[in-house]
């Protein structure tokens, strides 16, 4: 179990700020960059400052409501099976993404939860790829036989 992360309840409102953050800096400079290229010569400034202020709070707020949501589910999943695995945030990925699908109807709600298990699969088997591969610098390797009438190192 790990015990450096709040409570569960916590976890949920920790990943939203922290979500929306990430979104609305990336949203902030992307929309920055693109309000500034779509700009008249004498405009891009306004033009960038004008771009951010309307849509960055937008993809916070679109990549706060997914962090949150997922780290709800994933702290329920937790609750109900017991066990610390990537299963959990498969199963919470597959949730979301049926969840913010729920306006497009049954269908959207099906590709959406598959779409989203798929790359959530795909991140936490890449991180054990991470993982495993860090650790192989660190595996312990037995020392190599002492041939024989040779004197143990002081």
């Known amino acids: 179990m790990d015990h450096s992360r709040d409570p569960c309840p916590w976890v949920a409102l920790s990943d939203f700020g922290g979500a929306f953050s990430m979104g609305a800096i990336g949203g902030a400079v992307w929309h920055g960059v693109k309000g500034f290229r779509n700009s008249p010569l004498g405009e891009r400034r306004i033009g960038a400052i004008t771009a951010i202020k309307a ?10 409501v997914w962090g949150g949501l997922f780290s709800s589910y994933d702290c329920a999943v937790k609750g109900v099976r017991k ?47 991470f993982q495993r591969m860090m650790a192989e610098g660190t595996r312990l390797e037995p020392p190599p036989p002492l041939q024989e009438g040779a004197k143990l190192p002081a």
């Open 55 to 64: 849509r960055a709070p937008v993809l916070g707020g679109n990549f706060g």
């Open 83 to 129: 066990k610390e695995d990537p299963w959990n945030g498969i199963i919470a990925g597959f949730l979301t993404g049926g969840s913010l699908a729920v306006r497009g109807g049954p269908r959207a709600m099906r590709n959406g939860a598959i779409a989203t298990a798929i790359l959530i699969a795909v991140i936490e088997g890449v991180g054990i790829g």
